[in-house]
């Protein structure tokens, strides 16, 4: 009996998230493991947009999201973490930018 009351109580969990994030509970119970996120926030950092990200989650892992809702995801799975990856982000975009005004220029 308590495994099913486990999975009731994670249930409830995750339909609270669903709420706030717009995505269904099963879409949500498939974005459960911890690794898993973490990867995905590790390649947002390393520069890889979330519509890159959204396309490698449906095509390895049958998983539907928009990047909006792929967003909202990772940013509650762990703020400090999704923060820093977007501050990373940022960086390499704007590394990525230089170098591509620097090379148009013929320097």
Excluded: C
Aim: proline content about 4%.
């Amino acid at each position: 009996m308590e495994p099913f009351e486990n999975n009731f109580k994670e249930y409830l969990m995750l339909k609270t998230r669903a709420r706030s994030t717009g995505v269904p509970v099963a879409t949500l119970l498939r974005f459960k493991d911890r690794a898993f996120r973490n990867h995905l926030i590790t390649l947002h950092g390393n520069g890889s947009p979330l519509s890159e990200l959204v396309d490698y989650v449906h095509a390895f892992y049958s998983v539907n999201v928009t990047p909006q809702q792929l967003r909202k995801i990772l940013q509650r799975s762990d703020r400090e973490l999704w923060s820093a990856a977007v501050e990373s982000y940022r960086q390499h975009r704007i590394v990525k930018r230089q170098e591509r005004s620097i090379s148009a220029q013929g320097v």
